[in-house]
């Protein structure tokens, strides 16, 4: 068992490309997914006709951070990705804070897009068969074969996430094109103009946008793993945020000439019923007959575990980096000898989704489906708005860690990707974050603020603020733990170099 617990990588475990890594991007950002169910609870919820435009904003917002981000990556290639940026650009507290942040961001997007997949496959088999399966009994499932996926070659998950999203591309180059030739009302470019974005709402419609492009700041996890990470990570990073972006205005522009400008955003046009996917399913009815929403439908669920096993990969990976540098204990920096993979990560993450779901599922018990689909849905909307929450604020600390980074050493790096982008990224996703902070109680769905309003940012900002002063008392206690904070990929490359 030896070789499968060491925490040294070595040249053989770089099989990752651009495009295998830009798919582990976009498939966390789940196109489909984002389409059928972003875009028009987007539209449903807010009233922004701009919506479109929003999602050409935002990219180039992530696209300003990704240019510093992607400078400190020829630099810096680390499993632990943001936690290292940060460690090394604002401080080791600073980063042991970041790296807490992360894993409850991420683990919380996927355990809540597990929320989504559940309900997905117990209504589509009902529908077939009848049979009114518990939600949480696929959820199970599903975590069983992803963890399996999560211990062995993470190329593996590159070829299977890279069919998944080019099916998803596929249906939904279908729908727009079927959309533009067939708009309900006049054919208008009205959602890609910034006249219909800059309204009241403008925030709402931000904040929920964002959650669109969550996955696509991790690159640089898959940095020990990729052929050549000096190009690979940032070529994949620009490619991803481009593609998704394009990508996202063009559909969401589809979807409202598919439903019509005016019926999408009048709060009375749609019925409770109608909001959300179904806006999207009944037009692909309508037009292109059953046989299709089948196949969306199963898209759809497909679009969900691509998202599932990225985040899961994203999780595994912070871990085994945490445990390498002795930051968590050093068990969960095993991976196995042949693939590189860490199993140690996958397991725990694999754990924590199981215990969440069937604390969910016992929570369930009694609860009377008039009141609501479900508090399946209560998990999805939950998490997957706290992982997009915390995932922005990480970009933010990454921003301010790129400048922190490149004022001491500038490495022959351009001002304006050591200092002006950088700048410009944290003010603009710092915007993006106090919008969502602001937003809180629509993106919950909560016509007032209780105590789940204030509770949920808790759970993630108070772990990271606990662990800010956790790292501080390693610096005093464990002074060579503390200084391998955020360097651990050197510290185990370098006397192990070679090894398997």
């Known amino acids: 068992m030896a070789s499968s617990t060491t925490a040294v990588r070595t040249d053989a475990h770089r099989r990752l490309g651009v495009f295998a890594v830009a798919f582990m991007i976009v498939a966390a950002s789940a196109p489909l997914t ?50 290292a940026y940060v460690a090394q650009g604002i401080g080791r507290p600073a980063g042991v804070g970041s790296a807490v942040l992360a894993l409850i961001a991420y683990n919380a ?17 009902e529908a077939k068969t009848g049979w009114a399966s518990p939600w949480w009994l696929w959820v199970l499932f599903g975590i069983v074969v992803v963890g399996i996926m999560g211990v062995n070659r993470v190329d593996l998950s590159a070829k299977v996430l890279g069919v998944l999203v080019a099916l998803e591309f596929l249906v939904v180059i279908v729908f727009d094109v079927i959309a533009f030739a067939n708009p309900t009302e006049q054919f208008t470019a009205a959602p890609l103009t910034p006249a219909t974005f800059f309204v009241p709402g403008v925030g709402a419609v931000l904040a929920f946008g964002i959650a669109a492009f969550m996955g696509f700041e991790s690159a640089a996890i898959y940095g020990e793993e990729s052929k050549d990470p000096k190009r690979t990570i940032p070529r994949a990073t620009f490619l991803a945020v481009s593609v998704i972006g394009v990508f996202y205005a063009l559909s969401s522009w589809a979807l409202s000439l598919a439903i019509g400008p005016d019926k999408i955003t009048d709060p009375a046009g749609i019925s409770p019923e109608e909001a959300g996917p179904p806006l999207f399913f009944d037009f692909v009815f309508g037009h292109l007959g059953e046989l299709w929403v089948d196949v969306m439908s199963i898209l759809f669920i497909t679009s969900l575990f691509a998202a599932l096993v990225s985040f899961h ?31 140690a990560g996958s397991l725990l993450q694999t754990a924590i989704a199981v215990v969440v779901v069937v604390l969910f599922a016992i929570g369930e018990i009694g609860w009377d489906p008039a009141n609501g689909p479900y508090a399946v849905l209560t998990l999805f909307t939950w998490l997957t708005n706290l992982g997009a929450f915390g995932l922005v604020l990480l970009m933010v600390l990454v921003s301010a860690a790129v400048i922190g980074f490149f004022l001491r050493d500038p490495r022959d790096v351009g001002i304006g990707a050591r200092i002006v982008a950088p700048v410009v990224g944290l003010l603009a996703l710092g915007l993006v974050w106090i919008l969502i902070l602001m937003n809180w109680d ?34 005093g206690a464990h002074p060579d733990r503390y200084r391998n904070i955020g360097h651990g990929a050197e510290e185990a490359a370098a006397p192990h170099l070679g090894e398997d």
């Open 442 to 475: 629509v993106l919950l769905g909560q016509d007032h603020s209780t105590v789940t309003t204030f509770l949920l940012p808790a759970v993630l900002l108070v772990p990271a603020a606990g662990a800010v002063v956790w790292a501080f008392w390693l610096r």
């Open 34 to 83: 984002v389409i059928a169910g972003g875009a028009t609870s987007g539209f449903s919820v807010t009233h922004v006709l701009g919506i479109p435009f929003g999602y050409v904003v935002l990219a180039v917002f992530l696209a300003i951070f990704a240019i510093g981000y992607a400078a400190m990556s020829r630099f810096v290639t680390n499993a632990g990705a943001f936690y």
């Open 313 to 343: 990969n994203a999780v595994a990976r912070y871990a085994f980096s945490l445990g390498r540098e002795g930051v968590l204990p050093r068990a969960l920096s095993g991976v196995r000898a042949h693939s590189g993979a860490p199993w």
């Open 109 to 125: 997007m996927q355990i809540g897009i597990w929320g989504m997949f559940g309900f997905e496959m117990s209504r589509i088999i």
